[in-house]
């Protein structure tokens, strides 16, 4: 069974500053893809950025950045220039890329807050 | 266009009774899933359906059961509730049942006491 690790429970970041984010996975798959889900307090899960297994190219989504080390099996984000709305938990999330559906496997997510 | 939207958006139930959560997918998108997702942990899959049949399945009792309908809008069922069935309950809508877009609605908070 595929397994997703956030060991990371919570970090701090100071605005306008950089940081990144851990994750770690654990799959026997060669085609998957890997997710970072944003949670603000308001709930609403927002997905932030999407990594195809296949692409060697690591994704990039305006001030978010992933570094995907395939062997490694780690998938962090990277927040550049953080602002206070940034502030929320997080989630690394996994699914199978030839799977008959769309089962999404979720880290336990860290809490991140911005000082102003 | 109208995001995922589910009701209610709170609830409080008792032991043993029964609860019914309703999700409403983004117009055109044909799977709906279902996550439970306890205070302080990340969401754990129950259920998708696409197309009105059952995609998958996670590992949780058969007190929970779920359904689609023709419009797929999709209902989600807990019986004999416990203490431990209070979570945020998630809906997400794809367009198709392998789909990794998926969208999330603001969820249904259940407490049970």
């Known amino acids: 069974a595929q397994t997703v690790t956030q060991s990371q429970p919570e970090m701090s970041v100071q605005e306008a500053e950089t940081v990144t984010l851990s994750c770690t996975y654990d799959?026997?798959?060669?085609?998957?893809?890997l997710f970072w889900y944003k949670q603000p307090p308001s709930r609403q899960m927002i997905l932030v950025i999407r990594q195809e297994a296949y692409k060697q190219q690591n994704a990039t989504e305006n001030r978010f950045s992933v570094n995907f080390q395939k062997a490694a099996k780690s998938f962090s984000l990277k927040i550049s220039d953080s602002q206070l709305g940034d502030a929320a938990m997080y989630f690394c999330?996994?699914?199978?890329?030839?799977?008959?559906?769309?089962?999404?496997?979720f880290g336990k997510g860290i809490t991140l807050s911005v000082r102003p | 266009d109208a995001g995922v939207t589910q009701s209610p958006t709170h609830l409080i139930k008792t032991r043993g009774q029964h609860v019914t959560l309703r999700c409403s997918p983004i117009?055109?998108?044909?799977?709906v899933s279902w996550y439970q997702q306890v205070l302080g942990q990340g969401p754990q899959f129950i259920f998708q359906y696409y197309e009105k049949e059952e995609r998958g399945r996670g590992n949780f009792p058969d007190r929970f059961s779920a359904r689609q309908f023709p419009n797929y809008s999709s209902e989600l069922n807990v019986n004999a509730l416990l203490l431990g069935d209070s979570a945020l309950y998630l809906c997400?809508?794809?367009?198709?049942?392998?789909?990794?877009?998926?969208?999330f609605g603001p969820g249904t908070r259940l407490t049970v006491t």
């Open positions: 997400a809508s794809s367009l198709s049942g392998s789909a990794y877009e998926q969208y």
């Open positions: 999330a996994y699914k199978e890329g030839t799977g008959a559906n769309s089962k999404l496997t």
């Open positions: 799959t026997s798959e060669s085609d998957y893809y």
């Open positions: 117009s055109g998108h044909k799977s």
